[in-house]
């Protein structure tokens, strides 16, 4: 059956570098578009990156451009996010999930179990 699952996750210092991976199963990963959620204690989850079914497109939120980059392996059915220069601001759980289409502008019908993330010094 269709699964998304998270890794990589962990406690890092500022200004440190971690690689989430998402992995999945039970589908072709090469027509659909995968993005990055989170959530933080006592917040809202929002969306963090996405990237179309080829690779050829991304997007990032705000607070995360010129420190995250998303890629995708679809031979090894794998997408990561290269998060750098990690703030305590980045503190969350990190949820991949499966686009409806191969293009980020549309909505998202799958999710992984989550990965933590702890900035800390």
């Known amino acids: 059956q269709l699964q998304l699952v998270e890794s990589g996750g962990g406690l890092v210092q500022p200004g440190g570098s971690l690689r989430l991976s998402c992995a999945a199963s039970g589908f072709t990963l090469d027509y659909y578009a995968i993005g990055w959620f989170r959530q933080a204690p006592g917040k809202e989850r929002e969306g963090v990156s996405c990237?179309?079914?080829?690779?050829?497109?991304?997007n990032y939120a705000d607070s995360v451009k010129g420190r995250f980059t998303i890629s995708r392996d679809n031979a090894k059915k794998t997408v990561y996010l290269q998060m750098n220069s990690l703030k305590s601001g980045d503190t969350a759980v990190y949820y991949c999930?499966?686009?409806?289409?191969?293009?980020?502008?549309?909505?998202?019908?799958?999710w992984g179990q989550g990965t933590q993330v702890t900035v800390s010094s």
């Open positions: 990237i179309s079914s080829s690779g050829g497109n991304t």
């Open positions: 999930a499966l686009a409806t289409s191969p293009w980020c502008r549309t909505d998202f019908g799958s």
